[in-house]
């Protein structure tokens, strides 16, 4: 089992960036494929980008291509997301979450996802 705690959330104007971290503790932290999703007010959880157990593989939503970037510290058990050129709607709970599936596959599928931190809020005002 893994414990996942993100952290990096706030208030930021449309145009600019974040840095989201994700520590986990637990298990070994590279056994377990990994990925962001959020959540804005009255919608579903929605994939964000997900990255290999090695960090080899990528894959982003289409609305996060080309703004964010998913990358992993294996040596420091930690899950990171820039986003950058910011707008209004990704503004959202954003969660980590760890998929323990063999392989070196990413998924986008919530329901692959054992483990889920608690979420940290970002604001992208207008």
């Known amino acids: 089992q893994v414990q996942l705690v993100e952290s990096g959330g706030g208030l930021v104007q449309a145009g600019g960036s974040l840095r989201l971290s994700c520590a986990a503790s637990g298990r070994t932290f590279s056994s377990y494929t990994m990925g962001w999703f959020r959540q804005a007010p009255g919608m579903e959880r929605e994939f964000v980008a997900a990255i290999s157990k090695s960090g080899g593989t990528t894959y982003y939503a289409e609305s996060s291509k080309g703004r964010f970037t998913i990358s992993r510290d294996n040596a420091k058990n930690t899950l990171y997301l820039e986003m950058t050129r910011l707008k209004p709607e990704d503004t959202a709970i954003y969660y980590c979450?760890?998929?323990?599936?063999?392989?070196?596959?990413?998924?986008?599928?919530?329901?692959?996802?054992?483990?889920w931190g608690q979420g940290t809020a970002v604001t992208v005002s207008s």
């Open positions: 979450a760890a998929d323990p599936t063999r392989g070196e596959s990413v998924r986008v599928r919530r329901t692959a996802y054992d483990y």
